[in-house]
């Protein structure tokens, strides 16, 4: 079982997972996920709960660009940043890297 880091949709069952939610899926996709910061492989997780804020986008830094602007919109709104309708994928990386 992993908890959910950074908000996404999963390819293979397009379900979405938002920031501490459980995510099971297989050893193999969780490891992917882990690698990638989406999600906490293990059951300590409490240290995140803490200081969600400063997790989420220090483990999403490097991995911006593999976020879709859904999921980069979920991201700036959790973090509490405003984001113009209209704005593009580089858009929204620009501002959760301010």
């Not at 490097?62 to 999921?71: F, G, I, R």
Request: proline share 3%; with cysteine.
């Amino acid at each position: 079982m992993a908890r959910v880091r950074i908000p996404f949709r999963d390819r293979f069952t397009w379900v979405a997972y938002n920031v501490g939610d459980e995510y099971e899926g297989t050893p193999e996709r969780v490891r992917t996920l882990s690698e990638g910061g989406f999600v906490q492989d293990g059951t300590n997780t409490h240290a995140d709960e803490e200081n969600a804020t400063g997790v989420h986008l220090d483990a999403a830094e490097s991995n911006l660009d593999a976020l879709t602007v859904s999921e980069l919109r979920a991201l700036c709104a959790e973090l509490g940043i405003a984001v113009p309708s209209r704005a593009t994928k580089a858009t929204l990386i620009g501002l959760l890297r301010e």
